[in-house]
Nanobody
Framework: QVQLVESGGGLVQAGGSLRLSCAASGRSISYYAMGWYRQAPGKEREFVARISTSGGKTSYTDSVKGRFTISRDFAKNTVYLQMSSLRPEDTAIYYC?????????WGQGTQVTVSS
């Protein structure tokens, strides 16, 4: 069983940056493609970014392309999401999970709030 703990969220002005972390425990996530997801108030949870098992391939939802970067550190068993040029519409709770996501692995998420 894998436990995923997200951190790094906060309140930031539009145009600012944040780096989110997803620390895994329980077992190595090296064998899994990992992703970031987000859920804005009143909306369904949506896919944000994905990174392959090797870390060599990444993909993003169109709205964050060129602004967000997903990466992983195998030694730390951690996945990151570097977010730049943040917009108010990026406000959401951000979660990490496998891709495709596993229901049992959803954590508490980390709140990102972008003020205009």
């Amino acid at each position: 069983q894998v436990q995923l703990v997200e951190s790094g969220g906060g309140l930031v002005q539009a145009g600012g940056s944040l780096r989110l972390s997803c620390a895994a425990s329980g077992r190595s996530i090296s064998y899994y493609a990992m992703g970031w997801y987000r859920q804005a108030p009143g909306k369904e949870r949506e896919f944000v970014a994905r990174i392959s098992t090797s870390g060599g391939k990444t993909s993003y939802t169109d709205s964050v392309k060129g602004r967000f970067t997903i990466s992983r550190d195998f030694a730390k068993n951690t996945v990151y999401l570097q977010m730049s040029s943040l917009r108010p519409e990026d406000t959401a709770i951000y979660y990490c999970n496998l891709t495709p996501p596993a229901n049992d692995y959803w954590g508490q998420g980390t709140q990102v709030t972008v003020s205009s």
